[in-house]
């Protein structure tokens, strides 16, 4: 018995040793990982990649009992290098506009848990500060589900260097926020962004609440903070309520069940991998009857879906516009070559923005 288990032993001492040493060796391969991820201004986690391992790597396992614990091991192996990602990554510069608490803010945070979160005063603040290298990637909005397309940040993408290496969808629920002891009783007066008290216009008017317009959110609940007032409100996210030592009086008080912004995440480099399945375009097109049908067209003949469609006014050139489009789909395939290739001749000017992938839910 003695000698199984000196023997036992003798291998897995040996089997440790080379682990350790193979330890060593991937997590210098996830250094370079998260490189690329910096570079690209993508985020660590990548479910479908680690879905994709577990499956390739535990068909290597012939024991079906070997293999379910094997599995555990391939995800834990995963979660510790995600870790580490972490770790590096607390040196990424994320750009966004508004304050602290501002939605924006709330989005970079989810999307770069361990990033440092800049705050700059406007879009053009922040998307400038990528481009001039003093972030790494700026988080900014281009939709909201209620509102609307976000039309200064699609004038940024169109006109400027940037790349889209991410779109995500923020949930957004909105609050009654006041000071620690306040009742909805007590609440007079509530202060949010126009578009937050558009969103509870319902809900006002039912409470019979007189309102002041704020700059953002997160500025609003910043105020009724600093006022100390038990009939002073604000109405933004729980984050925010948290964050300005302020308590959620009502929760969900927003119109409309389904708010959601989609944020780009903007980069000087642009991206390529597996999860990244659909494709930004922009373009003008021919000053000529039938151009925009042209050119639509085309994006079918090769084989692409549509999923979204804007104009957008160009600024220097009066009654003439710009189109985003969303395809699903990269264009870096010999039929995606092709399609851009017979698009051009059509577009006065095209642009790939950049790649995402769909619905990725923050």
């Known amino acids: 018995m003695a000698n199984k288990l000196e023997q036992a032993r003798e291998i897995i001492n040996q089997v440790d040793a080379e682990m350790a040493e193979l330890f060593v060796k991937r997590m210098r391969a996830a250094e370079l990982v998260y490189e690329h991820k910096k570079e690209f201004g993508l985020p660590i986690l990548d479910s479908k990649r680690e879905e994709a391992v577990v499956e390739k790597n535990s068909a290597l396992v012939e024991d079906e009992v070997l293999k379910g614990y094997y599995i555990e091991y391939l995800k834990q192996v995963m979660a510790v290098s995600r870790a580490y ?176 912004t989609r944020f780009a995440v903007l980069s000087r480099v642009p991206a390529n991998a597996p999860a990244l399945s659909s494709t930004v375009l922009m373009l003008t097109v021919k000053h000529e009857a039938g151009s925009l049908a042209n050119a639509i067209g085309i994006i079918g003949k090769y084989g692409y879906n549509m999923t979204a469609l804007r104009s957008r006014p160009m600024k220097r050139h009066s009654w003439q516009y710009y189109f985003y489009i969303e395809i699903d789909g990269t264009v870096d395939s010999e039929n995606g070559k092709s399609m851009l290739k017979e698009l051009g001749k059509v577009c006065d000017r095209l642009k790939v923005a950049g790649s995402f992938a769909p619905h990725t839910e923050i």
Do not use: W
Not at 215 to 221: E, G, M, S
């Open 85 to 260: 990602q972490y770790r590096m990554q607390s040196g990424l510069r994320i750009a966004y506009s508004g304050v602290e608490g501002a939605f924006a803010h709330i989005a970079a945070g989810r999307i770069f848990p361990e990033g440092n979160r800049i705050s700059y005063g406007d879009f053009k603040a922040a998307y400038n500060s990528v481009a001039d290298g003093e972030c790494d990637v700026a988080v900014l909005p281009i939709e909201n589900s209620y509102a609307g397309e976000v039309g200064q940040t699609l004038d940024l993408i169109f006109s400027g260097t940037l790349h889209v290496n991410g779109i995500y969808e923020l949930e957004i629920h909105q609050n009654l926020l006041g000071v620690p002891g306040a009742t909805v009783e007590d609440i007079r007066r509530v202060t949010s962004h126009p578009q937050a008290l558009s969103q509870c216009h319902d809900y006002i008017e039912m409470r019979g609440f007189q309102t002041e317009e704020a700059n953002n959110t997160a500025l609003a609940a910043k105020t009724v903070a600093e006022a100390g007032e038990r009939s002073y409100g604000a109405i933004a996210s729980v984050e925010t309520a948290e964050l300005y030592g302020l308590k959620v009086i009502e929760a969900n008080i927003n119109k409309s069940g389904e708010n959601t």
